[in-house]
C-alpha cells in the first residue's frame, strides 16, 4: 500500500477515479491486527488506489474529515466522498469488504 506523503498529494489522489485512504497510525493495535489482511483486499479490488495516511503525520487532513478513530477508511472519486468506515473500533476482513462492496461510483 502506498503511503501518503504530502497533503498536496492527497488532494490530487481524491480527484482520481477510484481512491480509498486507510487512516491509521503505528502505534494502534487495532491497526495493526488488519495489516496482514490488507495486501489480499488490495488485491481483491484491484479497481481501487489504497493509500495508507498515517494519522499523526496529518492530523489536519483527519481533522478536515472528521476522522477522530482509527483505522478508519475514506473512499473517494472524482473528488467527491463516496464511502466512509470510521469509527475507533476493530475491523475485521468481512466488515472491510462489505464496506467496500457498498461504495457506489
Not at 10 to 23: D, G, M, P, R, S
Not at 30 to 58: A, G, M, N, S
Not at 67 to 90: Q, T
Request: glycine letters at 2%; a negative charge.
Amino acid at each position: 500500500m502506498k503511503k501518503l506523503e504530502s497533503e498536496v498529494q492527497f488532494k490530487e489522489l481524491v480527484q482520481q477515479e477510484k481512491t480509498i485512504f486507510l487512516f491509521s497510525a503505528d502505534w494502534c493495535p487495532d491497526c495493526r491486527v488488519i495489516e496482514p489482511i490488507l495486501p489480499e483486499i488490495e488485491q481483491k479490488y484491484d479497481q481501487w488506489t489504497f493509500i495508507y495516511v498515517d494519522r499523526d503525520d496529518f492530523i489536519d487532513i483527519c481533522s478536515d474529515h472528521n476522522i477522530f478513530g482509527i483505522p478508519s477508511f475514506l473512499a473517494f472519486s472524482k473528488g467527491s466522498e463516496v464511502g466512509r468506515f470510521v469509527s475507533k473500533d476493530a475491523k475485521t476482513q468481512q466488515e472491510i469488504e462489505t464496506f467496500i462492496n457498498q461504495i457506489s461510483v
